[in-house]
């Protein structure tokens, strides 16, 4: 199985298991694998979901610290 999509796998069981920059890293790899393969079908759809997740855990992250910011500003306020 691809390495690609078992990053994948391992960050659809546990959201938090896969951090932003591995997320990233992995989607630029299947990419750069993908242009380079022998099986070049198998790693396009490797690539699409590797780009997949790590635009997930991105959003993710971002509606995290969105969260907290707001988190923090109730906490301000009613102090």
Known sequence: MSRHIELVEKWLK?????????????????????AAAAYPAALVVATHAADGAARAIRA????????????????????
Request: no cysteine; glycine share 2%.
């Open 14 to 34: 546990n959201g938090d298991s896969v951090s932003v920059e591995e997320a990233q890293a992995n989607a630029q790899d299947a990419a750069d694998a993908s």
């Open 60 to 79: 993710a992250a971002k509606a995290r610290a969105n969260t907290a910011y707001w988190v923090y500003k109730y906490k301000e306020l009613t102090k």
